[in-house]
């Protein structure tokens, strides 16, 4: 039974919670060129309400989470020797159910808590140059093609005695190369990425916590948006695919938690000033071969300003 809790934990960091739920991530529109000295605070509330498809590996059923994860970010545009340049930092908060069925015994928790820190460096490599105000009011996006880094910090709440956390306890990183062209009002946006992890030196498995690794995990995203007369109002379908992340606790392999899955939803930008905007979102799994099978809703609010807030 210790095994089968132990594999409970992997799933349920793995496969649900936004912060682990990596490869899972649909952001469209994430290598757009902004001016120089730009600056946005961005808060998001997001609702998660899913399951676990476990592929026979533990005699788990009906592992279901419900929770909720609002959150805040600042981003800030640079000149990165004459390129565009931006990075952003956020902090999400988590608070959440979470049940299962383990050999016919039922099991509930209730967490709330602080999730990793979240920080993200993007550089434009074509195609967008760094540009002053009156510059960016001229410039008209065709072919972007850029870089970026994701770290993602163990700063999270984390008890190794505990068998579900917020955070994970170790680092991770996403470096990724993004496509962006534009025809007319379309935009066309592709990325490819691969996530890797360092070890959890502190993972559950009581009397004495033991090490665990996962191994990289390949990210592929695409998304499809049209903007409308008003170029920051604009609707998106997005997509994206991941395979990789084999768990492996105290030197021990599980092949069959191999992660081959994808997701799909949309996403609403509106406007409401000329410094604020609201973005809609909601995305469910399509093939979820094994791990976080959810759906997500998603509300963020952006007030954004050059120099100093106005």
């Not at 960016?136 to 850029?146: D, E």
């Not at 604009?234 to 030197?251: A, E, K």
């Not at 799909?264 to 799994?285: C, D, E, M, N, R």
Request: glycine fraction near 10%; proline fraction near 5%; aromatic fraction near 14%.
């Amino acid at each position: 039974m210790a095994a089968c809790l132990k594999l409970f934990l992997v799933l349920v960091l793995a496969g649900m919670f936004i912060h682990s739920g990596h490869a899972q991530d649909l952001a469209p529109r994430a290598y757009i060129v902004a001016p120089v000295h730009s600056n946005a605070v961005t808060l998001t509330w997001a609702y998660y309400d899913g399951g676990i498809n476990f592929n026979g590996v533990v005699p788990l059923t009906g592992a279901i989470g419900t929770y909720s994860v609002p959150s805040i970010a600042y981003t800030h545009a640079f000149d990165f020797f004459g390129r565009s340049a931006n990075i952003s930092v956020g902090l999400p908060y988590g608070v959440g159910t979470f049940q299962g069925n383990l050999l016919a015994a039922e099991h509930n928790v209730y967490r709330s808590g602080l999730l990793d820190l979240q920080v993200r460096l993007s550089v434009n490599l074509k195609g967008g140059p760094a540009m002053q105000p009156q510059q960016y009011a001229k410039w008209r996006q065709k072919m972007l093609l850029g870089a970026s880094l994701k770290v993602i910090a163990p700063t999270g709440q984390y008890d190794a005695t505990k068998l579900i956390n917020w955070g994970i306890n170790r680092w991770a990183f996403k470096p990724e190369f993004g496509y962006s062209q534009r025809w007319g009002h379309w935009v066309l946006d592709g990325y490819a990425g691969m996530w890797f992890f360092t070890t959890n030196n502190a993972f559950f498995d009581l009397p004495i916590p033991q090490p665990q690794n996962q191994a990289p995990i390949g990210s592929f995203e695409g998304h499809l948006s049209y903007s409308f007369k008003n170029p920051q109002k604009w609707i998106s379908l997005d997509g994206n695919f991941w395979v990789g992340g084999v768990d492996s606790v105290n030197g021990v392999a599980n092949p069959e938690t191999k992660q081959t899955s994808s997701r799909i939803g949309g996403t609403f930008a509106l406007p409401i000033t000329s410094h604020q905007s609201l973005k809609f979102s909601y995305s469910s799994g399509t093939y979820i071969r094994f791990g976080g099978n959810y759906q997500n809703v998603s509300v963020a609010w952006q007030y954004s300003w050059l120099g100093r807030p106005q």
